[in-house]
Nanobody, 116 residues
Framework: QVQLVESGGDLVQAGGSLRLSCAAS????????TGWYRQTPGNQRALVAV???????DYADSVKGRFTISRDNAENTVYLQMNNLKPEDTAVYYC??????????WGRGTQVTVSS
């Protein structure tokens, strides 16, 4: 079992920055991907950024150049640095882990609100 705890969500003004953290614990030795997703009312949960076992990253087009996903393996933590935030970035942000046996784990989410 893997447990994920997100933190760092807050209310910020447009143009500001936030750093989200996802701390993982439990059976975390065989992870395929760690990703950040976001969801707004009436929409599907959408991928924001992902980092795989080799450190390769990918981003949604809407956040390229503004967001950076990274990890600290020693601390079992993945981060999402969000710069130049826009109101359309407002969402609940979730951390996801996919293991080698394709089990999926989600955190409870952290609210990011960007005001105009």
């Amino acid at each position: 079992q893997v447990q994920l705890v997100e933190s760092g969500g807050d209310l910020v003004q447009a143009g500001g920055s936030l750093r989200l953290s996802c701390a993982a614990s439990g059976s975390i030795f065989s992870i395929r991907y760690t990703g950040w997703y976001r969801q707004t009312p009436g929409n599907q949960r959408a991928l924001v950024a992902v980092i795989d076992n080799s450190g390769t990253t990918d981003y949604a087009d809407s956040v390229k150049g503004r967001f950076t996903i990274s990890r600290d393996n020693a601390e079992n933590t993945v981060y999402l640095q969000m710069n130049n935030l826009k109101p359309e970035d407002t969402a609940v942000y979730y951390c996801q882990v996919r293991t080698r046996n394709w089990s999926t784990y989600w955190g409870r989410g952290t609210q990011v609100t960007v005001s105009s």
